[in-house]
């Protein structure tokens, strides 16, 4: 069975940095899309960027992609996110998931493997 642990998520002051790592056991890690979604209080689960195992990544938004940066090391079975410039309105729980497919979905239902999260929290 496929486990994914997150870890990096903590307190922060708006305009900081934080880089959170999802690492992977079991099942194949290589060969997937990866994704990082997250979740505030009373809202739904939102994509944040994704992954695929050939390097391509995908955003939210444009807003996102300026401000954080997803990778994956293939021989560590870890995906990251680099997050700059944080915002109060990104403290939310933080999410690794493993796509169903190669390709990066942009929804949950996409994603058949989750992790626990780490809860990010942005201060003003």
């Known amino acids: 069975q496929v486990q994914l642990a997150e870890s990096g998520g903590g307190l922060v002051q708006a305009g900081g940095s934080l880089r959170l790592s999802c690492a992977a056991s079991?099942?194949?890690?290589?060969?997937?899309?990866m994704g990082w979604f997250r979740q505030a209080p009373g809202k739904e689960r939102e994509f944040v960027a994704s992954?695929?195992?050939?390097?391509?990544?995908?955003y939210n938004s444009d807003s996102l992609k300026g401000r954080f940066t997803i990778s994956r090391d293939n021989a560590k079975n870890t995906v990251s996110l680099q997050m700059n410039s944080l915002k109060p309105e990104d403290t939310a729980v933080y999410y690794c998931?493993?796509?169903?497919?190669?390709?990066?979905?942009?929804?949950?239902?996409?994603?058949?493997?989750w992790g626990q999260g780490t809860q990010v929290t942005v201060s003003s």
């Open positions: 079991g099942g194949t890690f290589s060969t997937y899309a």
């Open positions: 998931a493993r796509g169903k497919t190669i390709a990066g979905a942009t929804t949950a239902s996409g994603y058949d493997y």
């Open positions: 992954i695929t195992w050939g390097g391509g990544m995908r």
